[in-house]
Every structure is written in structure tokens, then in C-alpha cells.
């Protein structure tokens, strides 16, 4: 067996909370031992996608569901879904892959699905041959190619969309000027704003909801009434929206099309895994993009294993006590900040709790003046030696402690290493 330690890697304290770039999150016992008797067989794959998806649109509350390879590759079916809801592909979203027998029937459904990303090369540069049935499908032009997004909701991930084929129209009225502390954008966007870009090749209107960044620009709920006016799907990017536990219905009931979410995160399934959930016949039709097939997201794979893992999490994660897990949080993110009030090149110490998702911060803004060092320089300082830790910030010089992904006792070590960077301080 291999472990960190005979790989050189350093194991990390984390006090960022579940970023992908530290590992995610570690997950509940019952998910490694039902991958592990997950791993002792083969199964269908096709079969597990449909059949695991229906647990998991029962506990979202959804028609449908399809445990994906990370919120980012449900976002990119999503939007192939979404880009081909009007062609002959749907014709066959309502069939079961696994049931398909007919060579025919195969050959139509492969050529669609692999028509994206780049459809548009099909009328007439690229040679027909390419393609298992010998012809262009005739429904090629069909497929809507536009998304929509708020200038308030660009984030470092929209360009999910265009990794299906999409183009993004970012509408509203841009603002350059942002929020340095927080890193929200003050760009605004007004409901005839959103109307006036939808056009016959919108095949979706997105948003996104983390740290309550839905209720920047037009709400959730008139996104869904505007955009379904025109037959025009909503898809949400949830990502880690998560607690409350209610949020997985919360979405849904804004009217949202397609929700997309992670499977690791606060849920602690898999890392590599994320639920896409929300209408059956575009889930069906994201299905019949994904792996093990050969569209778009054929290289989004979620190993049997890896599905098995995260229907369990989910599972799991929904049995715990939520204001007993809060509760715990906060006492953590209240004893930074006890620790941190008043020591030399500590301007403040707050606490903070944020909405979707619903979690306690530790907020130290540093006196870089006092302490003679920027606030960046320290958490640098903080992530060398043999255990690093690894801290969250907002600019200018807060360092932000985020207790959710703590070991028991970890806090003290975090705590103490940092009043170390702080020594000297006037």
C-alpha cells in the first residue's frame, strides 16, 4: 500500500475549506467501504448511471438524475443537453442505452452526440466520412449554440459552457469596479436586459447561486418565468451551495431545468464526482452525451465505484444532524476569533457566517502596517515547512478561517502558527 509519505507529499491542515486545489473533502467511512465492495465486480455502466440516478432524484426531489465526474462536467452535459433538445436525438433520450439493439438506431445516436463541440464545422469542413452512418445528420442546424450569463455571475467556470460548443452572451451592464473585500461584482442586469438577448439560438439561460450570488441581478425565479416564455431551459450552477440541506430543493423550486452540484464538498462524496439533476428528458438526453458513450463526455468519467461512493454520501450526508454539525462550526470559527482579538498586528477578528452555503468564518484582518508583513506573504508563509496549512483570504489583507474541513485539535496548531508569522508586530 502507498501512502502520502512514500510519495513525498506533505500532508496539509486545512483551514480553506473544501477546495478542489486541497483535495476536496475527506469522506464518510460508509463511502470508502461501499467503494471498496463496489470494486469487487463489474457491472453494466449504462445501468448504474440510470439506476443510481433514480436514488439520487429521489433524495434531490427531481424527475431525473446522473451522478457526473464533478459539477464542472455536469455543467458541460448540461449544456449539450440543452444545445440539442431540438433535434432527433430526443427521439431517443427516452430510451435506455442499455435496451438499444437496433444498429440503426445506434448509428443515428452516435453521429448526434458526436456533432458537438464543434458542429458548426459540419456544413462542409469537415468530410462526412468522419462519421459512423456516412452523412451529416439533417437536423444539424437545430442545435442552439448561445448561452446566456449575468455580467454579475461570470466566475472562473463558465467556460464550462463553451467546452460543449456553446458561446456565452454575457448580458446586463458591465461594472469594473468590484467589491475588493468580498469579490463580488457590482455589475447589475435588469429583467428587459435578459429578455432582449434571447434569441432562436439560446439553448440556455445559466446562473450562478454559491455564497448567495443568485440574488445579484434578475432572481432565480424571474430567469425561469422569462427564459420559459421563449422554451428556453434554465440550468443552474449549485456547486457547493450546501448547507442548508433544504438548498437541494430550494433551486428546484425556483423552476431551474437543470441543477448542477458537487459530489465531494460539504456532501464529502467522491471528489471527482457531481450530480446533474432536474428535467427527465434533458437528464436523459445529457445521458446519452456522457460515458460511456462517445460524446462530449466521454472523458468525464465516473468509475462504477466512484457512483456507488457518492449515491452513499449523499445518502449519508442527509442523515446528519445539521444544527449540531453548525454548532460545532461555529464554536470553532468563535474560538479563532477569541484567540485572535487584540494581538499585536490584528486589526480585527470577526465572525461571519454566510449564506448558500450556510457556514461560520473566522475573519483576521491583518494590520500590515503593525505587523510588518502582507497578509498574502504570511499565508504563503503558512502553506511552507512539513505540515502546511492552508488559508482562505479576501483582499486586501483579511485571512479568512474556514473550520469546516478541520481535524479535532487542528485549530490549535493553525492558531499557533499564525500568531508565530504575527511575532514582531509593533
Known sequence: MVTYEDLGVRKLINAAGTLTI?????????????????NENYVMMDELQVKSGSVVAELFGTEAALVTAGCFSALVLATAACMTKDTDLGKLASVEPYEMRDDQETTEWIDRIRLLPDFWRWKGEYPSTYLIGGRVPSDLDRIRNEVILQWCHKNNYDHAYRAAGARLVYVGTRKTDTDRIGGVSSST?????????????TAAVSFVTVYGRWKLGVHPEEICKIAHEHDVPVIADCASMEPPRANLQ????????L?????????????????????KGLVDLARLHCFPHHGIGRGYKAEKASIVGAVTALQTWLRQDEEAEFDHLHRLA???VDEFEGVPGVRSARLRVTEDPRLPFADIEIDEKASGKRMLDMRV????????????FRLPNILVLNPYTLKEGEE???????????????
Request: glycine share 12%.
Open 22 to 38: 486541497a483535495g476536496g473533502s475527506c469522506t464518510y467511512p460508509e463511502v470508502v467501504e461501499a467503494m471498496k465492495r463496489a
Open 189 to 201: 442586469c435588469t429583467p428587459e436586459q435578459l429578455e432582449e438577448t434571447i434569441t432562436e439560438k
Open 250 to 257: 430550494k433551486v428546484m423550486k425556483w423552476g431551474v431545468d
Open 259 to 279: 441543477a448542477c452540484w458537487s459530489g465531494g464538498k460539504q456532501i464529502r462524496g467522491p471528489n471527482d464526482t457531481g450530480f446533474l439533476v432536474g428535467r
Open 334 to 336: 468563535k474560538y479563532f
Open 381 to 392: 508563509n503558512l502553506k511552507r515547512g512539513p505540515q502546511p496549512i492552508w488559508t482562505a
Open 412 to 426: 490549535k496548531v493553525v492558531a499557533q502558527r499564525l500568531k508565530e508569522e504575527l511575532k514582531g508586530a509593533r
